[in-house]
């Protein structure tokens, strides 16, 4: 499958980011080695010395196996897709950040083994046909872009793409792996994706950004409501808060995705347990 969003390396009108490096850097997540061709390279220091995300990466590691389907909502500059794609899956991407797309689409191409298993949707993942605004509080390209976000003075309009609409897109597999992580956008989107995933759907991993919303003045028991949906539109899989694992914190993955922001699997077939 031909990326949607592929721009030409060697064209410098597709590379106006001071910072980016001509020549690929080498970072290793989790034993698989990558090439990064990006401007953050603090950031994948963190990602490859394992403190960035490490029960997400965990649970992509022993969830993928080759040829499956994995849908990244929300892939950013590429950590999750191209782990994905280095375990053997083909990858659907969506972003819907104009400067992370072109920074995601360099890091593909940094990987010419990867690249062919990846295909980058350069739109915002939406309940609704239509536009999107997003905003992000730092800059654009900062992991940070939301709806929740959409008046800040860094904000602008991006076609959106439904959950009927990337499911047509994806791959054919025997099993699909689906990943979200849209900054408070998943309350909305999620109910909508999980009545259009297909059947051999395998396991979500779904990024809760409580805190996002209290922020943006979400009142307590809404945000409870808003996450109760997601929990009922997913319950025909099992649900485990991942870092509230790892720290063996007590507590039902609900209530621990209603407090804090919270990564959690939503799976058929693997058990996480303390």
């Not at 106006?16 to 950031?43: C, I, T, Y």
């Not at 220091?45 to 990466?57: D, I, M, Y």
């Not at 892939?75 to 797309?101: H, I, K, M």
């Not at 350069?122 to 008046?151: E, H, I, Q, T, Y």
Request: with cysteine; glycine share 6%; aromatic share 6%.
């Amino acid at each position: 499958m031909p990326a949607l969003f592929a721009p030409d390396p060697d064209n410098s009108k597709d590379r106006p980011f001071e910072g980016v490096h001509d020549l690929p850097r080498q970072v290793v997540l989790r034993g698989r080695v990558l090439h990064v061709a990006d401007d953050k390279p603090s950031f994948w220091e963190r990602a490859g010395n394992g403190t960035w995300e490490p029960e997400t990466l965990e649970a992509l590691g022993r969830l993928i196996r080759p040829r499956d389907a994995v849908l990244d909502i929300g892939a950013w500059v590429g950590p999750t897709t191209l782990f994905s794609a280095s375990l053997g899956a083909r990858v659907l991407a969506v972003e819907a950040d104009p400067r992370a797309q072109a920074l995601l689409a360099l890091n593909v191409s940094a990987n010419v083994d990867l690249a062919p298993l990846i295909t980058i949707v350069p739109k915002a993942a939406s309940a609704r046909p239509g536009s999107v605004r997003l905003g992000a509080p730092r800059k654009p390209g900062d992991s940070m872009s939301s709806v929740l976000f959409a008046g800040l003075e860094n904000a602008w309009d991006v076609e959106a793409i439904t959950p009927d609409e990337i499911v047509a897109l994806l791959p054919a597999a025997e099993r699909v792996v689906v990943k979200v992580d849209i900054e408070g956008g998943e309350y909305d989107f999620l109910p909508a994706l999980a009545s259009a995933l297909p059947a051999h759907t395998h396991a979500i991993l779904v990024a809760f950004h409580p805190e996002i919303l209290s922020q943006a003045g979400v009142e307590t028991h809404d945000i409870r409501k808003q996450t109760e949906r997601v929990f009922s539109a997913l319950n025909g899989f099992r649900a485990t808060a991942l870092e509230a694992v790892a720290k063996r914190k007590p507590g039902s993955a609900l209530d621990l995705a209603c407090e804090s922001n919270q990564t959690v699997l939503f799976d058929l077939a693997h058990r996480f347990t303390d």
